[in-house]
Structure formats: structure tokens, C-alpha cells
């Protein structure tokens, strides 16, 4: 063989056991999680790594970027993520994530069952942290809505709740509606689940990347600590966030909800 053959043969690529470029964990389905609609996951990317081709056949998925710099091609167009930002994609719809920092790159993914296909919505933390139609202002935390019913889908909402240190979900509330996990990505704090007081049974510490399921019917009440705590809700069902549906609960004048 000539020389010019031999510069032209590709050399091989040693794979040791421990070696990863783009891994899904999935932590929490239907089948697991007493919800009916809502799967979570998250995803990890290498520096500099491109993930496969990713598709949700019968679901539509909202990306939310925890840490990185991602870029998402869906279907020809480039979405530039970095931390906080979210991006909806719609049912049957194919992507590709890109890691472009320095470091390894982690995405947090909430998917339903659709049936109607949607446009793509990306939704960038910078802007929507100040812009006021898009916060909604609570005693001692902060709402935004990152993907609203203003947005079209067919069963997601989300956004991101800010806690002041040493506060408290107020009034407690349930949906008759909507199922929804909680994901906490700052700080320390705490959460009930619970059907009414007397079967308060589930009272959890709660640690940066720990999250709740919240079945139909159930008082989800946060408290924080000492810090300032972030979480990440993402509900499946009627379209709505309780604030604005429910005025009661912007101005605490019950003392318990149900939605």
C-alpha cells in the first residue's frame, strides 16, 4: 500500500469502560412516579460532544439548561441555551444538542403525551427574569413563567419560583387538574405531599437536583431556609397557572386552595 493510501486511513478510537460523551438519565415515569402524563429526566453532555438524533414520537418535551452552554438544532434551526434558559419541543419533533463549554452541560427534560404538533418556544432566562408580564410577584417569592399558556402546547406549563430565606407556600394548594414535579435547583428547603392533614406523610429535606412527584389532589407546601431557594414546577393537564386563575391565592385570603 502507498504511503498517500496509508495518510488517507482514519486512525482508531480507544473507548475505555468509564468513557461517555452523552448520557439520559431518566428519573421518573408514569409507571413509577403515581403520575399520569408527566416523564423527567435529565440529560449530560461532554464538553465539545453532540448528542444523537432525539425524538419524542407521542410527547412534547420542554428542555430546561441547568449548567453549560448548549446549542439545539431542531430540524434545521439553532437555539442557543445557556443556564435557566428553556426551549418547547413539540410532538414528533427530531434534535440535536450540542455542548459548547468547557465543561459538561446539564439538561433537565419534562415530556407529556400530545396530539397536536406545535411551534418551538424558546424562552430565555436574561429576559424573562425582567420582564414583568412574565413574573408574577408573591410574598417573599418571585414566579416566572418560562413557558405560559400565552405559549401553544397541549398539556405543558412551567417556570421557575425564587424563595426569600425562611419562607413559606402560602395558602396551601391542590389541583382537581393538573399533575406537576417539582425540581429543585438552588439552595435547600423542604416539601409536603400530602391528601389533608391527617395523612401528611410525605415531609422531605430537599437538596439542589432532588424533585417531587405531585399527583392530582395533593397540598404541595415549600418552605425554604437559610438561602434563597429556586425551583423549577412543571405541571401536565389544564393549562393554567393558580395565581392567575385563582386571585385568592395571589393575596393569600383563604387558607387552603383547591384549583
Not at 407546601?221 to 425551583?231: N, R
Amino acid at each position: 500500500m502507498s504511503t498517500e493510501n496509508i495518510d488517507n486511513i482514519k486512525p482508531a478510537n480507544l473507548l475505555r469502560a468509564d468513557d461517555w460523551k452523552f448520557e439520559y438519565q431518566q428519573k421518573s415515569n408514569p409507571e413509577n412516579s403515581n403520575l399520569d402524563l408527566i416523564t423527567y429526566g435529565t440529560y449530560r453532555i461532554a464538553s465539545g460532544a453532540t448528542s444523537d438524533e432525539l425524538f419524542h414520537r407521542s410527547e412534547e418535551a420542554l428542555l430546561f439548561c441547568m449548567s453549560g452552554k448548549q446549542s439545539i438544532d431542531v430540524e434545521g434551526e439553532t437555539f442557543n441555551l445557556t443556564h435557566y434558559d428553556t426551549l418547547y419541543i413539540p410532538l414528533g419533533t427530531s434534535y440535536r444538542i450540542i455542548e459548547n463549554s468547557d465543561d459538561e452541560g446539564h439538561i433537565i427534560i419534562c415530556r407529556a403525551p400530545a396530539e397536536n404538533k406545535h411551534e418551538v418556544f424558546y424562552s430565555e432566562w436574561e429576559k424573562i427574569r425582567v420582564n414583568e408580564e412574565r413574573i408574577r410577584h408573591l410574598d417573599k417569592k418571585e414566579v416566572y413563567m418560562m413557558f405560559d399558556v400565552s405559549e401553544n402546547a397541549d398539556k405543558l406549563v412551567a417556570g421557575y419560583t425564587v424563595y426569600e430565606p425562611f419562607t413559606r407556600a402560602w395558602p396551601p394548594h391542590n389541583h382537581t387538574d393538573q399533575e406537576e414535579v417539582y425540581i429543585f435547583t438552588q439552595g435547600n428547603g423542604s416539601i409536603e405531599v400530602y391528601p389533608d392533614e391527617e395523612h401528611k406523610t410525605f415531609v422531605h429535606s430537599m437538596n439542589t437536583m432532588d424533585a417531587a412527584t405531585i399527583p392530582l389532589l395533593n397540598y404541595h407546601p415549600v418552605y425554604s431556609q437559610d438561602e434563597e431557594l429556586h425551583f423549577i414546577w412543571c405541571l401536565a393537564g389544564e393549562r393554567y397557572w393558580v395565581g392567575d386563575k385563582h386571585k385568592s391565592f395571589m393575596d393569600a385570603s383563604v387558607d387552603e386552595l383547591t384549583t
